[in-house]
């Protein structure tokens, strides 16, 4: 139970500022209905618990299932094996990331049901999985991680010449939520367990990082390629706020909880059976084990209805009024600033990025203090959201105008960057699109969108997830630069060629 209590406290931590923050503009210059305002508290509440109670789940039973079934698929020494149950597994994980669900109801509610949330959630795991079978070969045949990227990239810069703004925008954001909280420590924990077997140690540690940004693409590609597919050129939303939403305090919550609970229990039911298979035919755990993992799922289970009834009855709401109350002042300067705080202080408290963050300063071994690098992503989100909402103001500024340059210079920095950090670059995207982006900063932004006339709440109420995901690619890759011109000044180059 210390484990439970100290998740409790890092998620209120998480929550807090957010909290403040929507407290602080109801009191001042957006003023929210009352009954909002309950049920945005309770919505919080529930979520500090969910989500606590989710990540325990996740840590005692989806991540060493993670471990176990990677390390039973690199004995087999069968690529096809490891490719087809890799996707699979992928394919089932992704079905449950509660983010992924979150952003596919965002946008099947703003495009009135054109593009449904099952089309979403069903596309962007087959393309999450396509490209994880992709990444587990690649690290078993020992492939370079940036000459991956770079192709993958290419192929994703050439297919946005086909695809619609609309389109592009929730492509990049798919690719930002569906590495959530689910997804990332299954995909790291595969990866490890299929790595952790290689002779070269350190290409081991170094191949554990980057399949977490090999999947990611696959979101991408997948929703691009729907949108081409499909041929829809120019897709229409609109964002209903404050008098269509439910009066009631309760009553969202009562609604919102069996359905939620039975779409949970769906989405988790696959990848316990494949579990289950994979016991029967090849792990083989002691039974105390397999108990631990189980009680894990179930933690997971309830967590996981619990931290969506809050985000879906009481968290988005208000996201989305305050964002649109906020965008309406006279004085802009307080929509810009509003987003930056939200971003700042967002990643300041999301737990994955402490975590991160303390694996560098080790890896580093103590070269980059980790307070430098939660200063770096703290600022580089702040100015993510804070550009996503100048996007919202500025007629004429596409998402493309930020994304092809900051993807370039990403893909080209990584012939320079340690290769140790070019993995842990790109995997870091999805931690710093945490829960509170993909809920209610995106919600903001949306409510933003559909109050400025010059706006669109498709183009520019999405791709705020694309943009926070971008930034870490950069400033980890710029301070792994750092380090290495460090370390060679201080004469250690076989630190360098090890990091290389």
């Excluded at 792990?283 to 809050?310: D, E, W």
């Excluded at 200063?375 to 989100?381: C, E, N, T």
């Amino acid at each position: 139970m210390n484990v439970l209590t100290h998740k409790l406290k890092e998620v209120s931590f998480a929550v807090l500022p957010i909290t403040v923050i929507v407290m602080l503009l109801n009191i001042t210059v957006a003023p929210v209905e009352i009954t909002f305002i309950f049920r945005f508290l309770l919505g919080a509440l529930l979520i500090v618990l969910g989500l606590s109670i989710f990540l325990f789940g996740v840590d005692l039973g989806i991540t060493p299932i993670g471990k176990e079934v990677g390390t039973s698929l690199i004995k087999t020494n069968k690529y096809w094996i490891v490719a087809v149950v890799g996707f699979l597994l992928a394919f089932f994980v992704s079905l449950a990331e509660p983010d992924l669900h979150i952003l596919a109801g965002q946008v099947d509610a703003v495009t009135s049901g054109l593009i449904s949330k099952t089309s979403i959630v069903f596309v962007v795991s087959m393309g999450i999985a396509a490209l994880v079978s992709i990444g587990l070969i690649r690290i078993i045949r020992n492939v370079p991680l940036n000459i991956v990227l770079t192709i993958l990239y290419g192929i994703i810069l050439l297919l946005s010449f086909f695809t619609s703004s609309e389109a592009m925008a929730i492509s990049f954001d798919a690719s930002g939520a569906t590495t959530g909280a689910l997804t990332v420590p299954f995909i790291l924990a595969l990866a490890f367990g299929v790595s952790r077997l290689k002779k070269n140690s350190l290409a081991s540690e170094s191949d554990s990082f980057g399949l977490v940004a090999i999947a990611s693409t696959g979101a991408i590609v997948a929703v691009m390629v729907m949108s081409i597919v499909s041929g829809a050129k120019e897709i229409t939303g609109s964002l209903e706020t404050g008098a269509a939403q439910h009066q009631s305090f309760i009553g969202p919550f009562v609604e919102n909880l069996p359905r939620l609970a039975v779409e949970s229990l769906i989405a988790l039911l696959p990848l316990i059976a494949i579990f289950i298979v994979f016991q029967m035919v090849s792990l083989k755990l002691s039974k105390n084990k397999l108990r631990r993992m189980f009680i894990g799922l179930l933690y997971t289970f309830i967590g996981l209805v619990l931290f969506m009834t809050g985000v879906h009855a009481g968290f988005m709401d208000v996201g989305r009024i305050i964002g649109y109350e906020v965008a309406l002042l006279e004085k802009k300067a307080i929509f810009v600033l509003t987003g930056f705080a939200l971003g700042l202080s967002t990643i300041l408290a999301e737990p994955a990025v402490h975590v991160l963050t303390k694996n560098i300063e080790r890896i580093t071994s103590g070269y980059i203090k980790r307070k430098a690098v939660l200063a770096a992503l703290s600022l580089g989100v702040g100015c993510a959201v804070a550009l996503s909402c100048l996007r919202i103001l500025l007629p004429g500024v596409e998402l493309w105008h930020f994304l092809l340059p900051g993807y370039a210079l990403a893909i080209v920095m990584t012939y320079f960057t340690p290769r140790l950090f070019v993995g842990i670059a790109f995997d870091s995207g999805g931690v710093a699109s945490g829960p509170m982006t993909a809920t209610f900063i995106l919600a903001f932004t949306q409510g933003a969108a559909e109050a400025v006339d010059t706006a669109h709440v498709l183009i520019d109420g999405f791709g705020m997830i694309a943009m926070v995901a971008l930034m870490p690619l950069i400033a980890l890759q710029v301070l792994g630069i750092m380090y290495k011109i460090k370390t060679r000044k201080g004469g250690l180059e076989e630190d360098v060629r090890q990091l290389r």
